[in-house]
């Protein structure tokens, strides 16, 4: 079993700075996958960042050079270092995890465990 927990949501204004924190189990899987995913009022589940357990990542448009997704030395927790932040990255965030696939990292059906979510709202 799985267990994923956030932290480090709040409220900022635009151009200011948060990182998210998911503490993650993950010793049931040798390689794994683990994604931020973001979720408005009104609006589908969307992919933010995702990286693997060799480190690699990946990133939806609207968040490169902005977002930096990583991983603890002891791989335990998942951060996602969040900057120059805009009105419209204001969402829940969820993180996500699984055994690394071939599957789409930024896509919701890679994975089938969650955290609760922490909400993220930037002011303008």
């Known amino acids: 079993q799985v267990h994923l927990v956030e932290s480090g949501g709040g409220s900022v204004q635009a151009g200011g700075s948060l990182r998210l924190s998911c503490a993650a189990s993950l010793y049931t899987y040798h390689t794994y996958c683990m994604g931020w995913f973001r979720q408005a009022p009104e609006k589908g589940r969307e992919g933010v960042a995702a990286i693997d357990s060799d480190g690699s990542t990946k990133y939806t448009d609207s968040v490169k050079g902005r977002f930096s997704i990583s991983l603890n030395n002891a791989k335990t927790f998942v951060y996602l270092q969040m900057n120059i932040l805009k009105p419209e990255d204001t969402a829940v965030y969820y993180c996500?995890?699984?055994?690394?696939?071939?599957?789409?990292?930024?896509?919701?059906?890679?994975?089938?465990?969650w955290g609760q979510g922490t909400q993220v709202t930037v002011s303008s």
């Open positions: 996500a995890a699984d055994k690394r696939s071939t599957g789409d990292w930024l896509g919701i059906d890679n994975y089938n465990y």
